[in-house]
């Protein structure tokens, strides 16, 4: 990296050329609202302004929507982090060697990251509605239907569209990583006569360590964001197993109920940072931990 | 790899290029594509079913005038329109030709006189003899003559009686000289009328036609207020702007009683379904061709809600009307024409009661430039 | 021995393929059961998809009469082949095309913009060293990473604030300068050769040339990567229309296709289909550049 020392006036206006717009809408769009919602969780009303401490927090607290909420978006964080990183890994894996039709599989696993979710809503509302072709099918064998949208199940087909929509996504980047692994290592160890268990866990994973955190943050990032979804496929109210923090603070935005708006928003971006904070530290670790 | 590029660009280009021309045409083509129609929203109310029609004046009795002979018209005294008195002269002739058969006949009388004289005159020169025999004939002979003579005193009174009536013809009755269709020098001939008088005595009478549920209320012997154009002067159709004008505000209007005398089916024209109604009237200084308006005031029975006859379509299974449903879609709203089946009340020839089936906010089609079906999308003119 | 582990590799591989081919079909499937149904009649497709016009939450009677009597069925192949829906969809809902316009004008400025700014920021960010700047980039990361909601009660005052409420502005410029622009191509703004600015530096070149001449050639791979990914995720756009945008008619098609599929299934499916056509046209125009994006803002830089 060019390491130059703003040593003249004529270095920091340039500096301020190249980052100016950016910083400007930055502060302006994203830093400026990001405070003002740290003020508003500790005031009763953005119009009145009086200050009262945690009371945001504590009636939030209180709210069981919120509860419900917030446990349901870790809950659905915890659940479909793993399973969507362990299949996309297991692609990545069935993909990274010599394959004919390799591109048109990587290409046929992206297609759902561009195809607008709007657009296919329909169909799955056609496979799980209670009058939907998956009962339709059960009933013809003779099983006992069940409703997918308006039970706990509707939590798992959540599940299912999310891996659905972003396993092209870490697809790519679990590629990049194996492509990043030295093949002469692998071949090396298969000489050495280790079997391909072993093979994966000495010289693949740690291979794919860097890429995987980031797959990760992105995975945890993508399920906050699989509200869109869920408010395409479900609406604004769906089951109380998939109404997750987003629906909170949407229909909170639409009753104006700022003060729990925000303190909701203030607690989501805390928690988000801390992982975030989390995995970086870890990956540091971890790429010391192989360095040193 | 390439071709697959560009193949590409061109599907990207074509794809935004094709819905810019769709976005551009759009209004075109929706307006092509889908049936206009014309809506209404009905008025809740009963219908008036009241009678308000015109009519003129007609005599209930004209008088013909009819010459007597077969002469010259010599002058003409009266014109239409007149109002005449019993006797006054409207017509007179120049009678010159049945002069000159009186003449004749007078002449031939004179010939009958003769040879009846000579008949007598023979017989006194029989009675001297004694043939009784030819006595007797010739006293027949005379007879048969006398009757001659009399049968040519009888064309001769008669034609006499001709000349002395028929050389003026006169009004046979007070009342207004309808019409006169001949002119000095015109030849007339017997039994073939001249002209009409309408006669005051027998009063007058006009027609009106009243249609529907209004026409079927009414019944003979019903009394009408009728409104007379009270104007004197005769009505000419020139003049048909300037009375429709004056119509019935004018200071010189007068109301009358009137009955309803008859009542027949099938009215004019096309409209099969309305009835001519004569009613009579009677009073003084009426004349032909007078507007004359009947009210006749009436409701229906129970209130509805009112529309156009042109909306009201029927089928197998009923009356039915096209409503306009809105949908309110993200994409604004369309229309849709929907069947919805109605019971009809009273109507009239433009309005119909619907007593059930349509809301009183309810739009309905009165015109389509399509035939509908129902469910239809529509646009709204 | 070694004719049976080829044998054995030779079925690994089938096996392999199989598998493949299996989850690639489960991934094809709504999206070729949306196209392929999009040429259905409209007849056909309530026909078909009339199920879900009646509601199954009279949740009463489910446990009563266990077994719905009627279901979706999933038919591939249309009866009649027909382009009915599309010209429904092109020519009867004039107000699709509106609302595709309106999807064009709130994406592509955001695009534009988000490409620019985050080109010129990330040269600073990547080749410029002043204080404080890894602390901002790392805040830049964690905005990118929070969900929308967070900042949206804000967002909003500032935006009615600044008089953009009514118009697209209050969604179009927090696009502009999300983070994720300056993100992505500063991971490729940072995988330039140090040499080159260098050797230009010792030409005489300033920033601004340097940039010109050198930087932007070179993450021209990236600006399109960061042009798709912006448009996939700006195309799909579904909180902030739906929260910012009150009238029906201003909204984009992402908001349009989720009411309609309830009741009109016959103009969704072809309206689906004419909505993803350009994304997914764009992006396998430049799916190498997708791919590199992607895999670039993975990379530890």
Known sequence: MLKLRPHSLRNAASILAFLGPSLAGFLLFYLVPFGAVVYYSFVDTPVRSRFVGFDNYRLLWESASFRKAFGNSLAFAGVSVPILFAVSLALALLLSGALPLRRTFRTVFLLPLVVPVASIALVWQALFHWNGAINGALAEWGLRPTDWMNTRWSFTVMVAVYIWKNVGYNLVLFLAGLANIPVDQREAAAIDGAGPWRRFWSITWPGLAPVSFFAVVMSIVGSFKVFRETYLVAGAYPNDAIYTLQHFMNNSFQNLDYSKLTSAALQLAIVIGAAVYLLFRAERHVREGAEG | ?381 | MMAWTASLRRTGACAKLAILIALCAATLFPIALTVTNAFMSEREISHHYGALADSGDTSADKDASAMPTKHVSIRWIPERATLEAFGDVLFNHAKFLTLFWNSVKLTAPIVLGQTVVGTLAAYAFAKLAWPGRDKLFFLYLLTMLMPFQVTLVPNYLVAQKLGMLPSYGAIIWPGVFAAFGVFLMRQFTAGILDVYLEAARIDGAGHFRSFVHIVLPLVKPGMTALMLLAFTDNWNMVEQPLLFIAEPFRQPLSIYLAQIAEGDQGVAFAASVLYMTPMVLLFLYGEDQFVEGIQRSGVKG
Do not use: C
């Open chain 2, 1 to 381: 790899m390439h071709r697959r590029k560009i193949a590409l660009r061109w599907a990207i280009g074509v794809f935004f290029g094709s819905l810019l021309v769709l976005t551009f045409l759009s209004n075109t083509i929706q307006s092509l594509t889908l049936p206009k129609v014309a809506v209404e929203t009905p008025d809740t109310g009963s219908l008036d079913l009241s009678v308000d029609a015109e009519g003129y004046l007609q005599p209930a009795y004209t008088a013909q005038l009819i010459p007597l002979g077969s002469w010259t018209v010599s002058e003409v005294k009266a014109r239409k329109g007149d109002r005449v008195k019993k006797g006054d002269s409207i017509v007179t002739f120049d009678t010159t030709t049945t002069q000159r058969s009186l003449e004749d006949e007078q002449a031939r009388r004179k010939q009958e006189q003769i040879r009846l004289e000579q008949l007598q005159d023979a017989l006194k020169l029989l009675m001297r003899g004694d043939d009784q025999d030819a006595i007797e004939r010739q006293k027949r002979d005379m007879e048969s003559q006398q009757l001659s003579l009399d049968m040519e005193q009888r064309k001769v009174e008669e034609l006499e009686r001709q000349i002395s009536d028929g050389q003026v013809l006169r009004a046979p009755t007070d009342g207004v000289v309808e019409s006169l269709n001949v002119e000095a020098g015109a030849n007339v001939s017997p039994g073939q009328p001249v002209g009409t008088i309408a006669s005051d005595a027998s009063g007058y009478q006009f027609v009106i036609s009243a249609s529907g549920d209004a026409g079927d209320a009414l019944s003979i012997g019903d009394k009408v207020t009728v409104q007379v154009d009270g104007a004197d002067a005769p009505q000419t159709q020139t003049a048909a702007g300037v009375r429709g004008k004056k119509a019935l505000s004018g200071p010189d209007v007068r109301q009358l009683q009137g009955t309803i005398s008859t009542i027949e089916e099938g009215g004019d024209g096309a409209d099969s379904d309305a009835k001519r109604v004569t009613v009579d009237i009677s009073g003084t200084d009426l004349s032909p061709g007078l507007k004359a308006t009947a009210y006749i005031p009436r409701q229906s029975q129970s209130p509805g809600l009112k529309i156009s006859t042109d909306a009201l379509k029927s089928d197998d299974n009923g009356t039915y009307v096209f409503a306009v449903t809105d949908k309110e879609g993200p994409l604004g709203s369309s229309y849709f024409a929907e069947k919805a089946y109605v019971t009809t009340g009273e109507q009239t020839d433009d309005t119909v009661l619907i007593l059930n089936g349509l809301g009183p906010d309810e739009r309905v089609v009165t015109d389509a430039s399509e035939p509908l079906s129902d469910g239809d999308r529509v646009r709204l003119e």
